[in-house]
């Protein structure tokens, strides 16, 4: 029953260095997103992935880049985290028109 | 181009009182609409959803909202607040044929005993 999982849970970087956020699910789903979320600011699409094969950019695509792996995994990378990119980041997973399901995020701070 | 406003950042209420919170779309008519809430240090849930086929939609845990096509409007509704039910909660419509949604900024809702 696991639904959207996303690791790692909790991450601190420093500026300039570079990781990757994983997410994956489990409900053979086609479409897959990034959100970064914000205090006041609300969810804001950062990358998606309407299908296996496919990526297209979002609200706010700078400084990040995604890889659709497999139908099941769509990870989001920071090349040179900036104090900027400090957000908690959500995946989500859903089919088209159909309500997304959401993981528990990761808090990413960058110092 | 398609947008959403949530009035009002924060909310408060008493326990056992109406919880009222606001979302008005932009644009034209929109074929779906979706309310979450965000529970502290988790993922957005989903509430309920609009799909044209009535305009009540009751959602989980007693909330419903009323599509208004007049007004613009897809408010929530909970005629008793419960302490559970403090939570964020966002509005969410597509964005267009993709099926992507844009989220409204959140409505922080506050119950107090």
């Known amino acids: 029953n696991a639904g959207v999982t996303q690791t790692p849970k909790f991450q601190v970087l420093k500026t300039g260095q570079s990781m990757t956020l994983q997410c994956a699910q489990d409900?053979?789903?086609?479409?897959m997103y990034w959100y970064r979320q914000d205090p006041g600011m609300g969810l804001r699409l950062i990358y998606y992935?309407?299908?296996?094969?496919?990526?297209d950019k979002g609200e706010v695509p700078n400084g990040y880049n995604v890889s659709r792996l497999n139908k099941r995994e769509f990870s989001l990378r920071l090349e040179s985290a900036a104090p900027s990119q400090t957000s908690v980041y959500f995946c989500?997973?859903?089919?088209?028109?159909?309500?997304?399901?959401f993981g528990d995020g990761t808090r990413l701070s960058i110092l | 181009a398609q947008s959403v406003t949530q009035l009002g950042s924060h909310v408060s209420v008493s326990e056992g009182a109406l919880v009222l919170l606001r979302c008005n779309y932009s644009?034209?008519?929109?074929?779906?609409l979706f309310w979450y809430v965000q529970y502290p240090n988790q993922g957005l849930q989903l509430l309920l959803k609009?799909?044209?086929?009535?305009?009540l939609v009751k959602g989980i845990n007693g909330f419903e909202a009323e599509f208004k096509k007049s007004e613009t409007s897809f408010h929530l509704t909970k005629p008793s607040a419960h302490m559970s039910d403090a939570a964020e909660y966002f509005c969410?419509?597509?964005?267009?044929?993709?099926?992507?949604?844009?989220f409204g900024k959140g409505t922080k809702l506050s119950v107090k005993p």
């Open positions: 989500a997973s859903s089919e088209k028109y159909q309500p997304q399901h």
């Open positions: 644009s034209s008519v929109p074929p779906y």
């Open positions: 409900m053979n789903h086609n479409s």
């Open positions: 992935s309407a299908s296996e094969g496919t990526t």
């Open positions: 609009y799909t044209s086929a009535a305009t």
């Open positions: 969410a419509v597509p964005r267009g044929s993709q099926g992507n949604l844009i």
